[in-house]
């Protein structure tokens, strides 16, 4: 899923492409995309592009009447940018935006259709789709540690949620947790407060990073092949590959459609996370180091 530096990037993008130009109809291609009613998709029609926005992992295209396109791109949703005018076949097109400069084109892969497209009234309603989690970049340590340990949650679980962090997800979590060397799986009120403040270092220090690093790999170009697997991160999509700091290797905790990478080393004290679907079938038998996980594969 697009997260905080992708949505910046992509914000940035639309910035130099349809600031100020307008938007001349959306071609709906698959119904279910668009969520609202009222007011009518051709209200739209004509009206200039006057405020672009990222609100969580949303992005928010404010146009006159107080109208908001409001884009919610889940996990496999992406957008595209043409210049010319073109035709678009295939069920992986959601919907087209036709700008007097180029079309914007968002597409979803797979068979479950997750991502959203709602068109509100007025900040008010707007509003109403920002899940509240709190700015990262910009909060003070105390904003941040009160919101951090108002409840006892582990450090992934907290991060990743939207209603306590905005536009931080499952990839740019990993990365921040493997910064702040600290354990996805240690409590949010258990935290010393040097933890808390190492972290918040943390969470600025990686997605600053990416916004750089993103942003010079697309140049002028339109970020057309974002995802949340960059080869460049330190732990996130490297289950099984050396860390990039001390090069031991990252191991992974999985649940359900959800991972989490780490490094033992890093992050654990050496201590090897038990893995929600292997754990269970090992018991006893789960190794407790990463020392004792190698023994365990010599014997297989």
Known sequence: MPELPDITVY??????????????????LNPFFLRTAVPP??????????ALRRIGKRIA?????????????????????????????????????HFSSGQLLITEAGTKKRASLHLVKGEESLSGLDPGGLEVMEC?????????????????????????????????????LHRAQLSPVALTQKLSAQQV???????????????QV?????????????????????????????CSVCGGIVQR???????TNYCPRCQTDGKLLADRSLSLLLKKDWPKTVEELEEMKKGF
């Open 61 to 97: 295209i404010g146009l006159e009447a107080d109208l908001w396109l409001v884009l919610h791109l889940m996990i496999a949703g992406r957008l595209h940018w043409r210049e010319d005018i073109q035709k678009v076949k295939g069920k992986q097109y959601l919907a087209v935006f």
């Open 41 to 50: 998709l051709e209200s739209v029609r004509d009206c200039r592009v006057l």
């Open 11 to 28: 914000l940035q993008a639309l910035e130099q492409r349809i600031s100020d130009k307008r938007l001349q109809e959306v071609q709906l």
């Open 140 to 176: 003070s340590l105390n904003d941040f540690s009160a919101a951090l340990t108002k409840r006892n949650h582990t450090l992934k679980r907290a991060l990743s949620d939207p209603h306590l962090f905005s536009g931080i997800g499952n990839a740019y979590s990993d990365e921040i």
């Open 214 to 242: 993103l942003t010079k790999e697309t140049g002028d170009k339109f970020p057309e092949k974002v995802t949340t697997f960059q080869p460049g991160m330190a732990v996130h999509g490297k289950f099984g590959k050396p």
């Open 253 to 259: 905790i999985r649940y359900a459609a959800n991972e």
């Open 197 to 211: 403040a190492r972290l918040h270092g943390a969470i600025r220090q990686t997605l600053v990073h990416w916004i």
